[in-house]
């Protein structure tokens, strides 16, 4: 079975960090994207970040400087490493990768199931 899962959320002070993981697994080929999304409470869901495999990256405004995004093609595993945390960060953190399944050499739209991160000031 193909799926993405995080891990890696929890409670944090404000000014505290935390990092999230996301590991791709199943039988597919070595990810090239990874983006993570943020909702907070009675806001949409917006993109946080994204990298490429050629080390191409894309920041909110909100989190330039604070967070930074990495991906470990061997593992299919892609990170978010979130410093200076603050409160308007809460909420459920998502991965999103496209994944190309070997069975069928097609590219699917994978979800994870969604980490809460919960800053408290």
């Known amino acids: 079975q193909v799926q993405l899962v995080e891990s890696g959320g929890g409670l944090v002070q404000a000014g505290g960090s935390l990092t999230l993981s996301c590991a791709a697994s199943?039988?597919?080929?070595?990810?090239?994207?990874m983006a993570w999304y943020r909702q907070g409470p009675g806001n949409q869901r917006e993109l946080v970040a994204d990298i490429h495999t050629d080390g191409t990256t894309k920041y909110a405004d909100s989190v330039k400087g604070r967070f930074t995004i990495s991906m470990n093609n061997a593992k299919n595993t892609g990170y978010l490493q979130m410093n200076s945390l603050k409160p308007e960060d809460t909420g459920i953190y998502y991965c999103?990768?496209?994944?190309?399944?070997?069975?069928?050499?097609?590219?699917?739209?994978?979800w994870g199931q969604g980490t809460q991160v919960t800053v408290s000031s």
């Open positions: 199943g039988s597919i080929f070595p990810i090239n994207s």
């Open positions: 999103d990768a496209d994944l190309e399944r070997v069975s069928t050499g097609r590219w699917y739209d994978y």
